[in-house]
């Protein structure tokens, strides 16, 4: 029905960017709140940024200031702009869509992408 794929990760040195970047695809109505979550290995996975389809963002502490979330509606695309990158970002990171609708489901759905790997390293 729904997928999502994110891309743009890989390695970045201390104090570099990164673009991440989650496509969904399929017979997409609406998505009403899209995300950014990141995993570290050991670590339960953790909220990086959310963006509603009105436009309204909320942050992490640890992405306020460094991260930029965006969405583009009509492409169904999101975006996570990667600032002043720090070891500590390494992570896998996770696309999510809340409030998923489609022209074959009778309800919203969650859906989550298989996730990009961020390495941080110099």
């Known amino acids: 029905q729904v997928q999502l794929v994110e891309s743009g990760g890989g390695l970045a040195q201390p104090g570099g960017s990164l673009r991440l970047s989650c496509a969904a695809s399929?017979?997409?109505?609406?998505?009403?709140?899209m995300g950014w979550y990141r995993q570290a290995p050991g670590k339960e996975r953790e909220l990086v940024a959310t963006i509603t389809f009105g436009g309204s963002t909320n942050y992490a502490d640890s992405a306020k200031g460094r991260f930029t979330i965006s969405r583009d509606n009509r492409k169904n695309t999101l975006y996570l702009q990667m600032s002043s990158l720090q070891p500590e970002d390494t992570a896998v990171y996770y696309c999510?869509?809340?409030?998923?609708?489609?022209?074959?489901?009778?309800?919203?759905?969650?859906?989550w992408g298989q996730g990009t790997q961020v390495t941080v390293s110099s």
């Open positions: 999510k869509a809340d409030g998923v609708r489609t022209s074959a489901a009778l309800r919203y759905y969650t859906y």
């Open positions: 399929g017979s997409i109505v609406s998505i009403n709140t």
